[in-house]
């Protein structure tokens, strides 16, 4: 790889991330959810925040353990053998899932 070629990939990836850091900080300036909680979450902070129990929050958060299509889930990540949580894909899950519309496919 010659150097404008990297040079390219790099500013194309520059790119990339710059508008993944926009469209966070407008997903944050938008709703002002959670201010007070760092960017990666427990799953304790997570059910303090949405006020849940550790069985909801297990039946909430997408895992291979829990492939249920019927909802939308969490998405999480492990660090080693802990499971965590992007505040923004909490938030996202929260706008996702108001007003009843949290991919639930059974008619009301």
């Given amino acids: 790889m010659n ?14 991330l710059d508008n993944l850091v926009k469209e966070h900080k407008e997903i944050m300036d938008e709703t002002q959810m959670f201010l007070n909680y760092p960017d990666i979450l427990t799953g304790e902070q997570v059910q303090e925040i949405l006020g849940i129990k550790r069985t909801t929050y297990y039946s ?6 829990n492939k249920d299509a019927t909802y939308i889930k969490i998405p999480v990540f492990r660090i080693g053998t802990k499971v965590k949580v992007l ?15 949290n991919g639930n496919t059974e008619a009301e």
Wanted: hydrophobic fraction near 30%.
């Fill in 3 to 16: 150097i404008n070629s990297r040079n390219k990939r790099l500013n194309t990836l520059k790119c990339q």
């Fill in 60 to 65: 909430l958060i997408d895992t291979e353990a």
């Fill in 87 to 101: 505040k923004r894909d909490l938030i996202q899950f929260v706008l996702d899932s108001r007003g009843g519309q």
